[in-house]
Antibody, heavy 117, light 113 residues
């Protein structure tokens, strides 16, 4: 059974870059689209972007200039970098598997990232 | 972006009764070439990640109880819980994956009356 686990800092200073990693266990990262989603406290879900195991990516235009998603198939991991963080980026960040790049059928537990000086 | 709007924002239903949540998209998410609606439903309990319930608008994910069903086509969809159980208390969200970026509804909070 595939499981996902996010890792990274829980606190980021304004203007800094957030770096998160998602480790895939119980299955191969090959095939599937690997996705980042976030949820501000008390709010709805926002799709950040995905990466295919081959390395092709797609990101939300609202964040595209700040987002970098990468994959390391040798480690069964994929990563998110989000630059120029502000308080508006405070959220629980989830990694998830997207079947065919569409619906999200496996989710990590999520990690709360707070932006504060 | 396609805007997903759910109604109501919150809903209280008695145990054993039917609960219905509505989701409307700002444009059709029905792909005519394969006649599939690119819509999913998720359940999120407090402190947990979302869980996939329904995809292609009406296909139940493996392991999801059959009291959960999805219906609708085009730009209007429903998630129905036929007989509400205590463990169904959660926030339910719809998601379209017809056009990038995928977008979610604001969520509907379901409680026990």
């Amino acid at each position: 059974q595939v499981q996902l686990q996010e890792s990274g800092p829980g606190l980021v200073k304004p203007s800094e870059t957030l770096s998160l990693t998602c480790t895939v266990s119980g299955g191969s990262i090959s095939s599937y689209y690997w996705t980042w989603i976030r949820q501000p406290p008390g709010k709805g879900l926002e799709w950040i972007g995905y990466i295919y195991y081959s390395g092709s990516t797609n990101s939300n235009p609202s964040l595209m200039s700040r987002v970098t998603i990468s994959v390391d198939t040798s480690k069964n991991q994929f990563s998110l970098k989000l630059s120029s963080m502000t308080a508006a980026d405070t959220a629980v960040y989830y990694c998830a598997r997207a079947e065919l790049g569409y619906y999200l059928d496996v989710w990590g537990q999520g990690t709360l990232v707070t932006v504060s000086s | 972006d396609i805007v997903m709007t759910q109604s109501p924002d919150s809903l209280a239903v008695s145990l054993g009764e039917r609960a219905t949540i509505n989701c409307k998209s700002s444009q059709s998410v029905l792909y005519s070439s394969n006649n599939k609606n690119y819509l999913a439903w998720y359940q999120q309990k407090p402190g947990q990640p979302p869980k996939l319930l329904i995809y292609w608008a009406s296909t139940r994910e493996s392991g999801v109880p059959d009291r959960f069903s999805g219906s609708g086509s085009g730009a209007e969809f429903n998630l129905t819980i036929s007989s509400l159980q205590a463990e169904d208390v959660a926030v339910y969200s719809c998601q379209q994956y017809y056009r990038s970026p995928p977008t979610f509804g604001q969520g509907t909070r379901l409680e026990i009356k």
